[in-house]
């Protein structure tokens, strides 16, 4: 994966730019972008690029036939949610149902063990709002198949997300305009997504692996109880930087070539409620089940009763969605009993108590959350949240978490630091300082101009020097 990294940093991104801004018409640079992506899909599984690109073409005409034959479009609608979810299932869930079945039938004795296509959760999910964005008529069916095959693979996104909609590109696909200022903005969003994964969320990981031990459930038991808190404190801090870092990447590399894809996080961890904290986590996600689940089922009109199904059936979806595994369907059912509780009467109270209650509500909430996110193993699970209170006959503290700790406690600082706005925040009234003393602030527009060269160098020293990289999203 080192080498895959920066392999991808310095010669396939920097080639694919070199190429792209030789190229001066729109249809020739989309042919560029739609060469690159196939190949880069490919590189990861090339048997699996045949997948992607037969779920296009089941998109692409069952668009055409929505908007061709009007009286047939819920046949068209279904026919693409049968076949596009039903691949998934196979693919993302055969081994999950089967596995469970044999477990508790003893039938079938043997379990296929099904390859998992990089980021088939992420396209499946870009091609079915396509769909159905068009059964609503809030966009015209792509007529060229090319472009909506571009449109799934681009590889800003394709694997590892944010989920892009169609109609929110579409524009871009066909009229987009390169801007200096832009192409300043999309380096350094890149550069930060590639220290946020290179620096800080390999780091947190490599803490956080020590502590919470998936393979082996004896050492687990005997780990210390700090060490397991401190373990799932850097998991919380990894999972954030790891997946958002993804995202900054992939705005970045848009706006470089005149993409403008939607933010995918706004600091969900100073969220004061868990509903504000949906509102800021994985944004394209949580806005996709709204859209496409839970508002078409009757969202909250339908009375008390009609909400909490209607949740249900998305929480439960959204575990799924994030892996075959039944802690997964218990994390998002966990987030759907504290979310019923807050639109039931607990909103309402939060909102008037001082906000830091709120934080540390929600935090405690979502700390605990990610446990039950990192233990596939529902034993190990056990044995982690035992041991986080001396329960396992562990001690509370060894000489392992010290060390651990001290030597890492600046590192963690910078990180917490990190998953705030608080750098943002410290940046704007640096501005208007210089500005109300009519002074140039060349210190930040010095900052700001070898910010990315800088990150750029450190994340390479990190790859190079580190054998631990871990993609956690790869494996939706």
């Known amino acids: 994966m080192v080498f895959s990294s920066l392999f991808f940093v310095f010669f396939f991104l920097a080639l694919n730019l070199f190429i792209y801004s030789r190229v001066h018409r729109i249809t020739p640079k989309n042919i560029v972008m739609l060469v690159f992506s196939l190949v880069f899909y490919a590189w990861g599984g090339p048997k699996y690029l045949f997948l992607l690109i037969g779920m296009t073409f089941i998109s692409w005409l069952s668009a055409l036939g929505i908007e061709r034959f009007n009286n047939h479009r819920k046949l068209f609608l279904a026919a693409a949610c049968i076949l596009e ?26 379990i296929p063990q099904i390859g998992l296509p990089i980021g088939i959760s992420f396209y499946t999910f870009q091609l079915l709002s396509y769909v159905a964005d068009v059964y609503r008529g809030e966009v015209h069916a792509q007529k060229k198949f090319w472009m909506l095959l571009l449109y799934a693979s681009l590889f800003h996104q394709c694997i590892a997300g944010p989920i892009v909609r169609y109609k929110d590109i579409e524009r871009d696909m066909n009229h987009r ?10 380096i ?18 490599a803490i956080a692996d020590v502590f919470l031990i998936t393979d082996d459930l004896k050492a687990l038991a005997n780990v210390s109880a700090l060490g397991l808190w ?47 904290f949906w509102h800021r986590w994985h944004i394209s996600l949580s806005t996709f089940f709204r859209d496409y689940v839970y508002i078409p089922l009757g969202g909250s009109r339908k009375g008390t009763g009609r909400l909490i199904l209607n949740l249900f059936i998305v929480w439960f979806l959204t575990g799924m969605w994030h892996g075959a595994s039944w802690n997964y369907i218990l994390w998002g059912l966990y987030f759907f009993v504290f979310l ?16 830091f209650i709120g934080h540390i509500y929600a935090l405690i909430i979502i700390y605990f959350g990610w446990i039950l996110f990192k233990f596939e193993d529902l034993s190990a699970l056990g044995i982690a949240l035992k041991g986080m209170f001396g329960q396992n006959g562990n001690n509370i503290y060894d000489l392992q978490t010290g060390l651990m700790f001290e030597n890492n406690i600046f590192f963690l600082i910078f990180a917490i630091v990190a998953v705030t706005p608080l750098f943002k925040a410290i940046r704007k009234p640096l501005i208007q300082w210089f500005k109300k003393r009519r002074a140039v602030p060349y210190p930040i527009y010095a900052y700001e101009i070898i910010l990315p060269v800088i990150l750029l160098i450190l994340s390479t020293m990190a790859l190079v020097g580190n054998s631990y990289n871990p993609f956690l999203y790869f494996q939706f």
């Not at 005149?258 to 969900?268: I, M, R, S």
């Not at 019923?340 to 906000?355: A, D, R, W, Y």
Request: hydrophobic share 45%.
């Open 85 to 110: 979810l039903g691949a998934l299932a196979v693919f993302k869930y055969t081994g999950f149902i089967l596995g469970t079945l044999s477990s508790i039938t003893g039938f079938p004795k043997i």
């Open 177 to 186: 305009i390169i801007k200096i200022n832009e192409v300043d903005q999309g």
């Open 188 to 205: 350094k969003r890149f550069s930060i997504g590639l220290a946020k994964k290179a620096i800080l969320a390999n780091g947190c990981a």
């Open 230 to 276: 401190l373990g799932a404190l850097c998991f919380m801090l990894q999972i954030y930087l790891d997946f958002s870092a993804y995202s900054d990447m992939a705005i970045g590399m848009g706006l470089m070539i005149g993409f403008h894809y939607k933010e995918n996080f706004n600091y969900p961890y100073i969220a004061s409620s868990i509903t504000d």
């Open 340 to 355: 019923v509780i807050e639109k039931l009467f607990l909103q309402k109270h939060l909102s008037g108590i001082p906000k």
